[in-house]
């Protein structure tokens, strides 16, 4: 007698089927999830990605050979729905003691290596959170295989049907959580969802056989802990002074709101991509230093003056050259509308500016606006989008630059080598541009690059200056002015073909993180884990 025949559910082949479509929906929907859950401490870079897919890949694979045996071996359906229902607590626990496990794990590298922080950390908090629910998913589809096909007259059909099953659970398990749960509910409900459509799953199967009633108990309790929880908890649970937190479908937001400043983060561990003085006059950031281009345009002396902002975030660059060129008309484009929506409710972001929910590069394309000052502020985590940072695309910047228009691109990090991101960006600016110019931000690591095509930068800035009617951003293009330095390109030139952006970001990244563990290595050294604690 058969396992199958045992048990009355297993008659109907249609249970089968859904188990094999909720299974790999909830494969997918736990990778997508993996990557947001990731996001705020690793970035949501193609780096981070290749770690989940290859991780996630290998935890199947093992899961397919393996199941495929055990189900030669021990033929008991019970088996499978016992590790289904085992996946699906697994996965509850995961917005539970994820973000934990993650500062864990970078805590206990910090200590342990050198280079390529991030990469290691992602790949273990990855295969420590995911291998072994994806490891139990991956034995589903071969057991089914053992419990559907009662004849090899029909298992072809069958095997295809199991597949196609599969396929189709994936497709809806991969738009479902992009576009409709993370967005609407977030991650960890999206984790919740998932995991109790597998508690379910594996649920009917057992009380229709009258049977597994412990471990049922055990899960439901465990899934109901989990959801009281995993809600509730935050990626930076450690801060005091967040005004929002939440996500959209491009990023992890936050708003965080000082006694002199409200600030939005797209990740937990990475910088600043915003900021509102609360009080009146410059930001002391490299929004001021991107003001000389606007001064090198020679904007304050128009009456029909036009900037454009790429990645225009809550505004802050918008609102300055609103303040320091009131006749200018400024225009901002913004990918993700949820950021754009925090501008208006958190940052004081004027009606009046109009901002265009859309990919910059395909706004220029779309556009035959010609602008007196374009600001490349647009970022992807930690480095600029490929397609933004390739030669096709700086020369389709330059044709919406106006006789004498300048475009400036922000590089947020300078812990760069000659054949590193920054350089890589320059060299290609330059071979588009006439005349580039680099200023290092004082007391940060960004850099602004300045670009033109018949304009001698520093004259510009000079004799735009003079027309200043502002006394403190006259000081400050003084300064800018003297830090400014005339670039020579070289031959990194990156193309739409070839924009090794996020490798090379990564290695500057890496760099800059060797630096900040020495100084926590050292306090180790010194002071002991009391020490490190205190830090």
């Not at 249609?14 to 494969?27: D, N, P, R």
């Not at 770690?51 to 055990?70: D, E, F, H, K, V």
């Not at 809550?314 to 993700?336: L, N, S, W």
């Not at 989008?385 to 990090?413: I, Y």
Request: with cysteine; net charge negative; aromatic share 10%.
């Amino acid at each position: 007698m058969t396992a199958r025949s045992e048990k009355p559910i297993l008659k109907n082949k249609t249970y089968l089927y859904l188990t094999e479509f909720f299974a790999g929906m909830s494969v997918m929907a736990v990778e997508l999830g993996a990557s947001r859950l990731l996001a705020p401490y690793f970035s949501s870079s193609q780096i981070v990605w290749t770690i989940i897919i290859g991780t996630i890949m290998i935890a199947l694979s093992l899961g397919n050979y393996w199941g495929g045996r055990a189900a030669d071996r021990d033929p008991d359906p019970d088996k499978l729905y016992r590790r289904i229902l085992i996946a699906a607590v697994w996965i509850a626990a995961i917005p539970v003691v994820g973000k934990y496990i993650i500062l864990l794990v970078g805590g206990a590298l910090v200590l342990t290596v050198s280079t390529n922080f991030l990469v290691i950390a992602a790949f273990l908090s990855c295969g420590i959170l995911f291998v072994y629910p994806l490891f139990l998913l991956g034995t589903v589809t071969p057991s089914l295989v053992k419990y559907s096909v009662a004849s090899l007259d029909e298992s072809g059909s069958v095997v295809g049907t199991l597949g196609a099953c599969n396929t189709v659970g994936s497709i809806i398990g991969t738009f479902l959580p992009t576009f409709v749960t993370i967005p609407a509910v977030g991650t960890a409900i999206t984790f919740l969802i998932f995991s109790g459509i597998l508690l379910v799953l594996g649920l009917i199967y057992f009380l229709s056989g009258r049977t597994g009633r412990k471990i049922c108990t055990v899960a439901v309790i465990a899934f109901t802990l989990c959801s009281v929880l995993g809600q509730s908890g935050s990626a930076a649970f450690w801060e005091t002074n967040l005004a929002y937190e939440g996500e959209s479908i491009y990023n992890y937001l936050q708003v965080k709101d000082y006694s002199d400043s409200t600030v939005l983060s797209t990740n937990v561990l990475f910088g600043v991509q915003s900021i509102k003085m609360k009080q009146d006059g410059l930001t002391g950031m490299y929004y001021d230093y991107a003001l000389a281009a606007p001064v090198m345009a020679g904007v304050a002396g128009k009456s029909d003056a036009d900037i454009l902002i790429l990645g225009n975030g809550t505004g802050t660059y918008a609102t300055q050259c609103g303040k320091y060129f009131p006749k200018a008309r400024v225009e901002g484009v913004e990918i993700d509308g949820r950021i754009t929506d925090l501008a208006r409710t958190y940052f004081d972001l004027p009606a009046s500016e109009k901002v265009t929910t859309y990919d910059g590069r395909t706004f220029l394309q779309n556009t035959g606006t010609q602008y007196d000052v374009i600001l490349v502020d647009a970022y992807r985590d930690i480095t600029i989008p490929f397609q933004m940072a390739s030669r096709e695309f700086f020369t389709l910047a330059k044709s919406h630059l106006k006789p004498g228009g300048v475009m400036v691109v922000n590089l947020n990090m300078t812990a760069d080598g000659e054949d590193g991101i920054n350089t890589a960006l320059c060299d290609t600016i330059g071979s588009v541009f006439s005349s580039v110019a680099t200023v290092d931000v004082g007391g940060s690591g960004n850099r602004e690059v300045f670009a033109a095509d018949g304009v001698n930068l520093e004259q510009a800035l000079g004799t735009g200056n003079a027309a200043s009617s502002s006394p403190n951003l006259a000081s400050l293009m003084d300064t800018v002015s003297a830090r400014l330095t005339a670039f020579t390109p070289g031959k990194q030139v990156m193309t739409d073909d070839r924009a090794p952006v996020e490798v090379l970001g990564m290695r500057m990244l890496d760099a800059s993180i060797a630096t900040e563990l020495g100084y926590y290595k050292e306090i180790f050294r010194t002071q002991g884990f009391q020490g490190l604690l205190d830090q």
